[in-house]
């Protein structure tokens, strides 16, 4: 079969391309309130709240990350204060990418041109961007669209701004249930999925797998 040849790839941000460090910082945060056998568990509804809250309307990053915080605080009978949810989404411009990341975008960006979308605020994704060491054609977020994926008005947005459809893209995520069931059900066949640990292998929704960005090179016949 031939490789290939997508219009754009475009890539899912936090967790795939920046080193996504909620659970760390979690960690950190309430290491004084959260007993340590149980932080593991702390973490995972912390995540699971994080999405629950961005399937509804969109409402500002911000209020995403206080929601969760506090609804997964109230779940555990911790203390929260509004506080703790600023810390985390001020948190998020600091972070810079997987060590991976730099060396395989700079290789592919010479030949494809590079989209991403986010479920980022327009304020935070400009410098998480420029931490990543390669030119994007365009970034879009969920301020933008006003929706978060895996909503599908996310990608639909995507689709319209570059007035392409999903057959020219390539999308590529480490995150199924944000990005690659979405992708599979609105009709991206050529999808990537970086399998960094936050979730497992599910071959049903027709991707490609590699382990890191430096592998995606391959994928496109580079």
């Known amino acids: 079969m031939p490789t290939f040849k997508p219009k754009y790839i475009s890539f ?3 967790g795939t391309l920046t080193r996504f460090q909620m659970s760390e910082l979690a960690r950190s945060l309430y290491a004084d309130r959260v007993a340590a056998d149980s932080m593991d568990a702390f973490c995972r509804d912390f995540a699971a709240y994080r999405l629950d809250e961005v399937l509804g309307d969109w ?6 990350l206080k929601n969760a915080v506090r609804r997964t605080c109230q779940k555990w009978g911790v203390d929260y204060d509004d506080a703790d949810g600023r810390q985390f989404y001020d948190a998020v411009p600091t972070w810079g990418p997987h060590a991976d990341v730099p060396a395989g975008l700079a290789k592919v960006a010479e030949h494809y041109k590079l989209v991403i979308l986010s479920n980022a605020s327009n304020d935070q994704i400009h410098s998480n961007v ?3 060491g390669a030119p ?3 970034v879009f977020t969920a301020q933008q669209a006003q929706a978060y994926k895996p909503r599908f008005q996310a990608f639909e947005y995507m689709f319209k701004q570059l007035d392409a459809d999903p057959s020219e893209f390539l999308h590529v995520s480490s995150s199924l249930r944000y990005d690659l069931m979405s992708a599979h059900d ?3 066949k050529n999808k990537v999925f970086v399998a ?3 979730e497992p292998s599910t071959p049903y929704y027709g991707y490609t ?3 890191d960005i430096g592998g995606l090179a391959g994928v496109v016949g580079l």
């Open 12 to 14: 899912d941000c936090y």
């Open 59 to 64: 409402k500002p990053y911000e209020q995403v």
């Open 130 to 132: 420029e931490k990543l």
């Open 136 to 138: 994007f054609y365009k």
């Open 186 to 188: 609105l009709g991206i």
């Open 196 to 198: 960094r640990g936050h």
């Open 209 to 211: 797998e590699i382990k």
